[in-house]
Each structure stands twice: as structure tokens, then as C-alpha cells.
């Protein structure tokens, strides 16, 4: 029987086999696409992925993905890209992050920053990744087309051109996206609000596959960034680079229903240039967006749902992919745990106790964003060369840079989670940082991420605390008068609970963490803190 079936080979469903791979737990991934797709997606891999990645040995390859090193990373907003530039948010390239991180203070909070690569980069390389491990078993092609749940086991029948098979796994995750089959056959559905009626991404959209050989060089020479937009009276569009050389991917909801054709698209782009530039599309899609919607629940018994299957996001911000991948390191150790028999009864259902909530938020933060966009003046006047049109591009151009530092500072939705009243979570009466849009307050409240470190020690300076924790869970022992906790080990030995016991004399370490003992669970979050020994821990943090 197989201990996990994955359903669904996106960027969610891969990280959780290879987070599941990481803990010994065997996986078989099922995907009815024989190959994945070539058309971009969402190029935002905010500071909590990079981490997840960091975790797998995956960060430096993703970042030598995307654009060049010295491409700049900037939000620019412009009317016409020949014409006025309204705003620019600068934004740093992907060598000078890595430069800025080797400056970093010790207690600097991303030892990760956001990187910008496109997800159909990033999936391959999941892929191959994955390809090397041998507790993954990839079943492309594979599609679900039947799921049954029995007292051991959940049948899934599959199909791949003229053969059925039924595989039996011990539990299975949806991963398979906003169309989920997986949740289809629960019986789940969303709730939240759906679309927003404005024509600035909202009501029915576009996205699109385009190559543009010479923007840059006649149009945009000099002001490359990540994100272009155009911002007429006429029409809005996002031109995002890919390879940042002559592929964008195309965001706008300015082609009428039913009239999107490659003709169409390549016509908006050419009059957002306002220039006659070859323009070529390589594919376009329709989708809706300004969703907020949130699973009715994240499972039933031995199935359970991540990822877009679980929520759906409107795009501003880059929530949603991030969200999924979140919620699957939290999933993975949970499964783990009942696969190799350390977790208790109670545990798996942590995973919506604690990630609904978040998605809640992270929506909701999105559908926010989404709306202030939607909110900004766009005046006939707006590209005039006149005291008003002047005007009323100074006006635009500030509601859209203040638009664009709300998507950039949001470190509290990125590193901020918090799972508050879980019952797995050891409370000790301390009082968590308030929930915040744009930042992150590093706290060992038990909850929380933990907060991270730059050592200098025997590994070298600038190691990253992280990098110390095991794939289980990992005891601090901070400062030079933490007690042992022989009892602790012992007795994670005898349930067979991994654990990894870390000793940091480093004052600062003792500093930023306030206790002599802090447990910190494997998907990086506190669950326990105190300056001796606690009796009966390990049953509450496993789920008994």
C-alpha cells in the first residue's frame, strides 16, 4: 500500500512529496498531464517558500532561475511604455539581494528574500528534483477518475490512455487546483466572495504568452523592471518579464468576452507600446480574477486538500501559490507522523485547525490589493500634455505607488502565520505581536515561526540558524545554563519521535529566543518554550 498518494504535479503537490521524501515517508504523485505546462504562471516565490526551499537544498538553484543577475526587479507603472512613467517602486536585482544578504545584521529576519521566477522555471526544476528521489514515484499521465475511502485505505482509480488501475494509499492529498476532482468527490465547497466587477483585474481576464523582441531595446531601454504596467483611461495591462530579455506574461481584463483572439492581444499590447512592435503571442488563457475563496473544509477523514484545491487567490500580492506551498509543510511532518506511527489521533486534524484560518487572511489580504488597484483614478485626461493631464498623472502616479508598496511590504502576510489555540501548541501565557499586514515581529511565542539567526560559528560565518534544525523536530538548548532535557530525548527515542537536539551558548541566540528550551516543530514553527523540563510534552505536540 502506498503510505501518501499525491494528486496533482504542480509546484504545491511536488513540495509535498519532496517534504515528505525529506521525513522517509514514500509518496507516489499522479497528474493526468504527461508534461507540465509551458505557459507562465505566477513568478513570485515570497520569503517563507524560499525558506521551504531553503530546507529542501533547493534555494540556489531556484535562484539561478528567472530573470539575469543584474535584471532590476522594479514595479513600474506607466501610461503608454513610449509615453509617461506614472511610478516605479525600485526593487533589487537577484545578485543584489544575494550582496545585501551577505551584509545582513545577525538577527536579520529573511535569510530567504523574494525571488522573482516564473513558476514554469521553478516547476521543472521541482520535477527533476523529484525524478532523483527514490521514495517519489511519478505517474504522469496518470489521470484520478475514482476515489474511494475504506476503513485502512483510500482506493483511487486511475487512468492513463486504455488501462484503469486501483492504487490503495493510506492517505491521499488533493494538489490537483481550482477545478480539484479530489474535492469535487468530497462534496467540499468554497465560500468566500468571488470576482470583483472592475475592469482593472476584475470580471473576466486574460493571461497571456507573449514574445516582444525589441521592447526593451526601442521602448523600455533604460527602464527595465519585473513588472510593467499601462495605465490608460483606455485600458490597463501587466506586462511581467520572464526571461527578462523579449518574453512577458500578460495580465490585463481590457479584451471584451468572446473576442480574445491572438490578433486581439497582440493589438492591446501594441496600442499599450504605442508603437507598431512586432508583438507574438505564444498561448492566452481566460481565467476570473479578484477571488477570495476558501474551502468549506480541508478534508474528510483519510483525504485531505492543499494548495489551490483549498483555496482560491486573486493574483495581487503572490499570495496564492505560496499559501499552498505553506500548507503543505505543515501537512507533511502531520503525515509523517501517522505513517510512522509517532502521531496521535488527533494530530492530522491540526492541519485545517491551522491553515484555514490562514488562508482566511491571506485571501483576504489579496481581495484588499486587488480592490486598491481597481480604486485608482484613470481620468480622459490622464495622458494629456496639459496642466490637467499633468495633474492627474502626479495623482495616479502616487495612488499607484502607494498600490505597489502595499504588494511589496508584506512581510507580516509572508513570515507572520500564527497558530494561535491550536491543540497542539503549548501555550505559556505569553502575549503574541498583533496580527500586521506589512511586518513580521520575530517572538518564540509558541505558535509562531521561529525567529532566525545567523551564526557565527564553527560552520562559517553568516550560517543560517535554520540550517541547523533537523527534518524532525529540534530542541534549542540556548544559552549556558539550559538544562539537558535527558528526559525529553529519552523519551522521543522511545516513541520513535525524530529529534534533533541543537546547543547555542550564543547569548544572542538566548536573547531572541527568551527561554533556556524551545522545541521548534519540523515545518519551523515554535511549539514549545521553558526553562526546565515540561512533563507529558511530547503527547500534546504529537496529537494524543
Known sequence: MIPVAVVGAGPVGLLLALSLDRLGVPTVVLDGERTQPAQPRGSTHNARTMEHYRALGLAAQVRGLGLPWDHPTDIAFFTRYSGHELARLPRPSAGQVLRDRAAADRVDQTPEPMHRANQMYVERLLLDHARTRPNIGLRLGWRVVGLAERSDHVALTCECADVTRVLRAAHVVGCDGGRSFVRRVLGIGYAGPGSVDQDVLGREATAAHLRIPRLYRDC?????????WSVTAEFALNLIAVNGVDEFFLLTSSLRPGRVDDDAIAGL????IGAPLPVRVLGHRRWTPGAALVAERFGEGRV??????AHLFTPNGGFGMNTGIDDVVNLAWKLAAAVQGWGG????????LERRPVALRNTRAARELNLGLGAVDRPADLEADTPGGRAARAKAGAELAEYGRRTLDTSGVQLGARYDGSPIVVADGGTPPADDFT???PTSVPGGRAPHLWLDDFHGPHSSLYDR?????TLLRLGGRAPHANALRAEAAARGIPLTVLTLPDPVARDLYERDLVLVRPDQHVAWRGNREPEAL???????
Do not use: C, K, M, N
Open 538 to 544: 511530547w503527547p500534546v505536540v504529537t496529537g494524543h
Open 304 to 309: 485531505l486538500l492543499a494548495g489551490d484545491a
Open 469 to 473: 534544525f533537523g527534518a524532525g523536530f
Open 269 to 272: 499590447v501594441r496600442r499599450a
Open 439 to 441: 511586518r513580521y515581529t
Open 220 to 228: 523600455l531601454a533604460g527602464r527595465r523592471a519585473w513588472s510593467h
Open 345 to 352: 489521533a488527533r494530530l492530522l486534524d491540526t492541519y485545517e
